[in-house]
């Protein structure tokens, strides 16, 4: 055991210093995700759907904002408007139609969101490879998209992007932003014995409206 463990740490020494130059493969034109090629905007809607759909997140596509908030009223006929909380971003804002406080999120008393029970957001941008939503803390706060059961995202078609490669530069040219959230589908651990369960450390509904207008 310990020569085997020598020969190890002799060849790490051994290598140190001696560097591999790589390109990188942006630069090197390499596509690393061609199983989801660049296409028509129509195409990768329906790819962000399809993968999304596969992690039980929903997608709705909706022509005008007036869809989207129809779709709203559909998706939490069930809930009372006092447990719905709206972000203060201006395409929410304008979906909500004076439903929701002017108060903003991070002055919001503790008690509402925590008898929340669907929380609604914009996001920074959409990943139709995986099916993703990216969520930045200078949009939509910290809390809104971790804390009630049910998370609604509003965007539109325009924030879709092929990769998550193509949503760093966003992030780079917001200096504000402190937190930023990959959210692929709800919230899922299957820790105890490799059954899967939803809602586990945070929504456990996950749907998204693109206003593709």
């Not at 203060?88 to 029970?117: F, H, R, S, W, Y």
């Not at 014995?193 to 996950?206: M, Q, Y």
């Amino acid at each position: 055991m310990n020569n085997s463990r020598d020969e190890i740490i002799t060849s790490l020494r051994n290598a140190r210093g001696k560097l591999i130059s790589v390109p990188h493969p942006v630069a090197a034109g390499i596509n690393h995700f061609n199983d989801r090629p660049a296409g028509d905007l129509t195409s990768c809607l329906q790819n962000f759907k399809e993968r999304l759909a596969a992690l039980k997140g929903e997608t709705y596509i909706v022509g005008s904002k007036a869809e989207a908030r129809s779709k709203i009223s559909e998706l939490t006929q069930t809930v009372s408007s006092e447990e719905i909380v709206y972000s203060n971003e201006p395409i929410v804002q304008e979906i909500a139609d004076g439903a929701t406080t002017v108060m903003p999120l991070d002055e919001l008393p503790d008690t509402v969101l925590k008898n929340c029970k669907v929380g609604i957001t914009g996001c920074l941008s959409l990943v139709t490879r995986t099916g993703s939503v990216v969520v930045s803390s200078t949009l939509s706060g910290r809390r809104l998209s971790v804390l009630p059961p049910f998370h609604i995202v509003v965007a539109e078609s325009s924030q879709m992007e092929m990769s998550l490669e193509n949503v760093f530069p966003k992030l780079e040219s917001d200096p504000l932003w402190s937190y930023a959230v990959v959210i692929t589908g709800p919230s899922r651990t299957a820790d105890i014995e490799k059954i899967l369960v939803l809602g586990a450390h945070g929504p456990k509904r996950f749907a998204v409206i693109i206003i593709d207008a």
